[in-house]
């Protein structure tokens, strides 16, 4: 036998023996899961994908929710805070007008702002959703806006239109038309599971939600929070993560600098160089049943979540949110709902119909493409902003709508036609 043969053989059986190792892990975690399952009962559904067909003589509403009020709401403007070094987030403190009682919300919910901004020619309406970044609280809601700057080396492209609204013109005192707290992202409180919280720059907004009102309440479950931010002058509420991991022993934060400065310390002001990835989750996590909360830029959804799922953990564990169009792929364009036959979208008051592009990703990016105008928001099916009365056909959604959609309606920004179609619009 020659040394070569030799060497080939002893590999051989160590890469074996590393698979077999990894089988026993994989099979210990599932039975663990499945033995925690049976003790708690399955998890409330996450954001994950659902088809659901939507058709002009639909009788009950897609997913009703329950608003606190109805429309818009008056708020004042009482307080302005920068959050970070950069003055690059802003958190905007908002009381009701009315002076009415502010009801309460889940952690991890949104508010919706209808917000006027004028230039020297005209006035705009314009749509976006913020989600609420402190615990309920009786006196007060409270978001925290990051301004989003035009991407970079495109000095033509104007920065982001809401953002910098609310950054550069809405003071203390100024009012903002409010809908009502909403979304089924929010946290799962009866659980006893211990929870992961990851967010991926201004994606930690929710996750404050749930942490000030998790530790405020004096929970006992072990609650992780992973934030990923370039570094510390970009980091927000620094000296409030701090403080709480000071004070609660079943805390654990994880603060992780992407491009730390040289004058941000390892250990101590952040404890991670580098972005929040599986790998560091499977390092630093122990072995054990986890709910999972994500919510973070386009490449970090789309690393995170199917790599959670392709570690082992249950999609019912999974719980997350896109801050922009919708950022994780949610179905094969390829299956089902894909029409045979070329499908006609008729607008009914702009009197047009045109042949749908199977290459649109939703109704509404097909209607702003060929000049329809239609209102828009959070283009994630999360504000309600695109719903459209379905006259005939069907519309099939190709994920969960957050928002509540009236009985016959449809959300644009996350359908596309299963057959000839005509929307009021
Ligand atoms: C459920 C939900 C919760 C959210 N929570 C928060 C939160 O807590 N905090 C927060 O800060 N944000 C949050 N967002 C995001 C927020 O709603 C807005 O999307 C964000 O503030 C950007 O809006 P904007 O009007 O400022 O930018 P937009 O005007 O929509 O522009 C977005 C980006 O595109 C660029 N752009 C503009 N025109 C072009 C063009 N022609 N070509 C290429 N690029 C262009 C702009 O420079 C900008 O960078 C949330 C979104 C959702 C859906
Ligand atoms: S644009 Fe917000 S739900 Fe469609």
Redesign the pocket.
């Known amino acids: 036998m020659t040394t070569g043969y030799l060497a080939l053989i002893i590999l051989a059986v160590i890469l074996l023996q590393l698979a077999v190792g990894a089988m026993l892990i994989y099979l210990r975690r599932r039975s663990h899961y499945q033995q925690l399952d049976s003790q708690t009962g399955t998890a409330e559904p996450s954001t994950s994908a659902a088809t659901i067909t939507v058709s002009a003589d639909n009788t009950a509403s897609a997913l009703p929710a329950e608003a606190a009020w109805k429309g818009f709401r008056e708020f004042i403007v009482q307080r302005r805070v920068p959050e970070n070094d950069q003055q690059s987030v802003c958190s905007f403190y908002l009381v009701p007008s009315d002076g009415q009682p502010l009801p309460a919300f889940k952690p991890g919910q949104?508010l919706t702002f209808k917000l006027a901004i004028s230039d020297a020619d005209q006035t705009q309406s314009?749509v976006?959703?913020?989600?609420l970044?402190d615990a309920p609280r009786p006196d007060y809601y409270r978001?925290?806006?990051?301004r989003?700057?035009?991407?970079v080396g495109l000095p033509e492209?104007?920065?982001?239109?809401?953002?910098?609204f609310l950054h550069d013109q809405i003071r203390e005192g100024d009012t903002l038309q409010v809908r009502a707290p909403g979304?089924h992202f929010h946290l799962m409180q009866d659980e006893p599971l211990p929870i992961v919280l990851i967010g991926g720059g201004?994606g930690i907004?929710p996750m404050l939600s749930m942490l000030n009102t998790l530790l405020e309440n004096g929970t006992d479950r072990e609650v992780w929070l992973y934030y990923g931010v370039c570094n510390g002058s970009d980091q927000i509420m620094k000296q409030h993560l701090q403080t709480f991991a000071d004070k609660h022993q079943n805390f654990h934060l994880y603060i992780c600098y992407s491009a730390p400065l040289e004058s941000d310390i390892e250990g101590i002001d952040y404890q991670h160089k580098g972005r929040v990835t599986l790998h560091l989750l499977r390092d630093t996590l122990k072995l054990m049943r986890y709910q999972f909360y994500v919510c973070g830029p386009k490449q970090m959804m789309e690393s995170l979540v199917p790599g959670l799922q392709e570690w082992g953990v249950d999609s019912g564990d999974i719980y997350y949110?896109s801050?922009?169009p919708a950022s994780l792929i949610k179905h094969d364009k390829t299956q089902p709902y894909a029409a045979a036959e070329p499908v006609t979208v008729t607008f009914s008051e702009s009197g047009k119909s045109i042949v749908w592009d199977a290459g649109a990703a939703s109704l509404l990016e097909f209607a702003e493409t060929n000049n329809i105008d239609v209102m828009s928001g959070?283009h994630?099916g999360?504000c309600g902003t695109c719903q459209t009365k379905v006259k005939s056909g069907e519309v099939e959604y190709t994920q969960q709508p957050d928002a509540d959609v009236e009985p016959g309606h449809c959300l644009l920004c996350i359908s596309t036609p299963s057959c000839d179609l005509t929307l009021e619009a």
């Open positions: 949104f314009v976006r959703c913020y989600s970044s978001i925290s806006v990051k989003a700057q035009a991407p492209i104007p920065a982001g239109l809401a953002s910098s979304s201004v907004t949110e801050f922009g959070c994630a999360s």
